[in-house]
Each structure stands twice: as C-alpha cells, then as structure tokens.
C-alpha cells in the first residue's frame, strides 16, 4: 500500500505551486493515502495484450483551414482580464534573475 | 405539475403572439425569487435577458420566425461562459470573472430563441457530488431542504425541480448530470462523447467532459439536444450528429427491445430502497414486452478506482491555467513570480480543486506514472471492450444512477472517498464515452430514484426513445 511522508506531500505542492498551510500537508497527506489505497485494486487487473485509451472519440488529427475568424473580441477586452497590464502587455513579476 | 408547457408549445406560442417572452421571462425570474432560500442560483442574468425578450417579441411581432426554442427561459450552470453575469464556476479564483464570449452551447440555445435567465451553483470546477464543494454556498434539495441535490449540477437539477425554467443546462464528467437528476427526480442527460461543442465551458477532465440537459421530460431533453448536437470547429473533439436528428417519433414502442440489466450494479453496496425502485422498473419494462437480459461487464467494479485516477490527472492539467497572471483572482503582494503564483492558486482554490490537483501531480509525477495514470488508462480500454461485447448482445444497459437516494448535508462532507464512491454508478460510461439518460423511475421513502439507461456510441437517437417509451410506463 502507498505510504506519503510529509515530504512526498511538500513535493507534489511545490510542482503543483500550492503554498499549503501546515495542517493542510498533514490532511493531505492522510487524504491521499485513503485514496491511492483506493485505486491499489488496479493493481491486480490483468490487462496484458492492451493499450491505454487516451481518447474515445476515435477522431484523429482534426484540421481547419489557417484563417482568422472574427469572434468579435478586441484584444483590449481580454487584456483587460490580465491583473497586471502596461500598455499592450501583461505585466509580471521578474522572471530572471 | 409544472408551472412550464413542454417546451416545443412554449416556443410555438410564443411564435404565435399567444405568449410573450417578456412575461415568461418575468415568470422565470419570480420563480427564482420565490425559492431563494434553496440557494439554486449564484447570479442572474436578468437585464440582458429581458432585453433579449423584448427583441424577441418584437420580431414575432413583425411576422417574423424566431426559433425552435423562442422565448424559451433557461438557467445555465456557472461554468458556462455567458454574457449577462459573470462566470465563476462557484470558486473564489474566477469570482468577478466577466466572460470576454460565449460558450457554443449559449449561442447555439440563443439562435433558436431560448433565454439564459441566471447561472446555477455547482461543486467548484464541477469537483463534487452534492455542491457542498461549492466556494459560495450549498444548494438544497427540492423536496427535502435538509439533503444535497446532487452535484455538480446540483443547482441546474433543483432549479429544473423548482420550477423556476423548463431547462437548465449542466455539465456531466464523471456523473455530474445524471446523479442530481436521480437525486432531484428530473430527467437528466449525458451524450455520447464529442457530440455537444464544449468551447466556452469550463474544462474539468478533459477526456471525459460532455454538456446536457436537465428538463423534466424526456421529450424537452432531446429537443435541446437537437438544438445543441453536432460539430465544431472551435472543439476539435466534436463528432457529426444524428443525420435524423434527436427527436423522437411519437408513440415510442418497446416492445422487443434488448435490454441488459447489468449485473454487477445490484452487488455490494446498492441500498435496498434504490434496488426495490429499480428491480420495480424492470418488472414494468418487461411486462411492456421489453426483453430483459442479465449482462455481466466484469471491469465495472474497479471503474471507479480508474476515474480516480484520469480525472485528477487531467484536473491538475486543466486547472494550471488559474496562476494568477493573465485572468482571474492574483496574489497582490507576492515577492516574487513563484510567490504570485501558489499564493494565487493556495487563495483562490477551494480544499477539493487542491485535492484533485494533489492527486493528479502526483499519478502523474515520475515514478508513479505507469504504475498508475497508464495502468488506469489500460484498464480504461478493457471496460471500453467489455461494453462493446455488451452492445453486441443487446441493443441498451440499465441500471440505477447512484448506491442511495440523496444523503444529508454534511453526511459526507469529511471524507472524500466517501464522497466519491457516490459516482460509482456513472462513472463506467464517462469513461467509456457512451450516452447515458436518467428519467424518474419512483421514490424511496419520498425520495426519488432515477434509472440509468444506457446505449452504444452515437446511438443517441435510439436511447431518447427508448427513455421516452420507459417514461410512460414509470410515470
């Protein structure tokens, strides 16, 4: 059975970029493990000769014509959604260095 | 009885000059005044959609067509994009958060006439099974105010269920229409995979999201999916609809039917009041001449363990969008880029999303992705051949929606597994990308019960009618 240590939980946070409280690692941590216990049944299923499904549809590369359609939005309105904005351009906290 | 005609009368009327969108529209929105205290609705979108009734009744007035659908209010769950009110999907990270277009979905409803007149509570991101997941507040259940309603589109079943619209619109990725539906009585709808344009709505688990209907009529469902079936070049999922189209021809024989009770449904868990509904029905559809036959889809069982895994996987994928920086809620004071973005997401999202988001980094993460995401998706494709085989021997699968009828407020609320297993019923077609209908079949202790219909991939048409003929013989 899937066991998580404090660490286990800090590391997932970190690449998902939740900033978790204390309390909230410890919840997690306990969370997570009734559910991976959960799906451990999985484990067992015989699944030799298959491939995983990675679509139902069966559609495979869906095309469209490179044109511009005009939906009627200016780049203005969706700038305006941006939290941070100078001039034409979202702004965001320095990146580098 | 409703206080709403089907909904090809409403429209015919309103066509004729006998009905005035403007008054349905203020029909509509008293209603949602009247039953504010069940907490269905997050925001109304009223001014736009008395401005759209007032044009509506002008062009009728003119002489001139306006719509399979004219006049027609509707409410829609608040992860569709709408103009009119803003788009949260009940979570604090997207509150304020004003739609720069529309959902398809919208637009295609709005072509034939219909009228959004509010957007509905949900589970945030459509993360739940009771909207107890809700960053606002949880919605409350039509015949007994102390249980949930469902979820996620909880507020779109109770809201069809209060009579405040004949239709709302939900979204269902793991059961999140048919599960309300059955704990509501409403008729609820889940399409094949790719036959309803996703564009504009909110994206939850992106291999398993479809849009619906929930009406109180079979009949009004397929309507709206007439309106909303078919391709899209703005969702490259979409799929051709129907070349006949969705409404069905009256009277609905089914007699000679094919139907598979699924076996593996009635096992462990089912509670007995569900089960008595149910077997009940079954008896009906047999007498009615249909052809009963047990069929055993072994994989089912350990469906829901593969959902637990896909969909946080393709949850924590979808919701990296939300960091802050180009929409939505933003950390003011973070020192840095890293800090703008997890305060952004710690803030924003609600203890379910992070959980789901916990969840699927981790299946995903390296180490575990095999063991995990592709042995899920492995056993994802068994359940998908075992159905086929099914569908090979009987023409439809029928079952019950949910293990219980609706549970009381706060009955789960501390344990997400027990929270989940509530979906253990729906999520085999979800992942299977099969249509899947709900239509009151009883109640249980007051409570009602909804039947689970089931048909082949693009056998849309066949399970409308089929789920318009049971219809008859449950009511």
């Keep these: 059975m899937a066991q998580l240590s404090r660490e286990d939980v800090l590391k997932l946070a970190r690449l998902a970029r939740l900033a978790l409280t204390d309390e909230e690692v410890e919840e997690f941590r306990k969370e997570l493990e009734g559910v991976l216990q959960y799906i451990d049944m999985l484990k067992d299923a015989d699944v030799s000769g298959l491939t995983p499904t990675t679509q139902v549809t069966g559609l495979k590369n869906v095309m469209r014509d490179d044109q511009v359609i005009d939906y009627g939005i200016s780049n203005k309105q969706l700038l305006a959604l941006a939290p941070g904005r100078q001039d034409d351009l979202i702004k965001v906290k320095r990146m580098i260095g | ?475």
């Design chain 2, 1 to 475: 009885m409703s206080q709403w005609l089907p909904i090809a009368h409403i429209a015919q009327q309103v066509q004729t000059g006998r009905l005035l969108a403007a008054d349905l529209v203020e029909t509509a929105l008293k209603t949602i005044t009247d039953k504010l205290e069940y907490q269905a609705i997050i925001a109304t979108t009223e001014q736009r959609a008395r401005e759209r009734a007032a044009s509506i009744d002008a062009v009728v007035a003119e002489g001139k067509p306006v719509g399979r659908l004219a006049g027609v209010p509707f409410i829609a769950k608040d992860n569709f994009l709408v103009f009119g009110a803003n788009t949260t999907a009940a979570s604090n990270i997207l509150k304020g958060f004003d739609a720069p277009y529309q959902s398809t979905a919208i637009e295609l409803l709005e072509r034939e006439g219909a009228i959004c007149v509010a957007k509905a509570n949900l589970d945030a991101f459509a993360h739940g099974g009771s909207t107890e997941n809700s960053d606002f507040f949880t919605t409350k259940n039509p015949h007994d105010p102390t249980r949930v309603p469902g979820g996620s589109s909880g507020g779109s079943a109770a809201a069809v269920m209060l009579d405040m619209v004949p239709f709302a619109l939900g979204t269902d990725t793991g059961g999140s229409i048919r599960q309300p539906a059955s704990f509501t009585g409403a008729v609820g709808y889940k399409p094949t995979y790719g036959l309803v344009s996703r564009s504009g709505v909110v994206a939850m688990a992106s291999s398993t999201d479809v849009i619906g209907p929930l009406t109180r009529t079979v009949e009004d469902a397929a309507l709206v999916i007439d309106v909303l079936a078919g391709k899209d070049p703005l969702d490259s999922t979409t799929v051709e609809r129907d070349s006949s189209g969705y409404v069905a021809e009256l009277p609905q024989d089914i007699t000679g039917k094919k139907i598979g009770v699924v076996k593996e449904y009635f096992e462990e868990g089912l509670s007995d009041g569900v089960r008595e509904v149910i077997q009940a029905s079954i008896a009906k559809l047999k007498d009615a001449g249909a052809i009963i036959e047990e069929i055993s889809l072994p994989s089912l069982p350990l469906s829901l363990a593969v959902y637990y895994v896909v969909c946080p996987a393709e949850v924590s994928s979808n919701l990296s969008r939300y960091d802050g920086q180009r929409f939505a809620y933003s950390y003011g004071n973070a020192a840095n880029l890293e800090e703008s973005y997890s305060k952004t997401r710690s803030i924003g999202f609600g203890k379910e999303a992070k959980r789901r988001i916990m969840m699927g980094t981790y299946v995903l993460s390296s180490g575990y992705y095999d063991a995990y995401y592709r042995k899920a998706q492995t056993v994802r494709t068994k359940l998908i051949q075992e159905f086929n085989e099914a569908f090979k021997q009987v023409d439809f699968l029928l079952g019950p929606t949910a293990p219980t009828t609706a549970f009381k407020i706060g009955e789960n609320a501390s344990d997400p597994l027990q929270m989940y297993l509530t979906d253990v019923m729906t999520v085999g077609p979800s992942l299977v990308g099969i249509p899947a209908i709900v239509i009151p079949a009883g109640t249980s202790q007051g409570l009602p019960v909804g039947l689970q219909l089931m048909a082949a991939q693009h056998q849309d048409r066949a399970l409308l009618g089929l789920a318009q003929g049971t219809e008859g013989l449950l009511a």
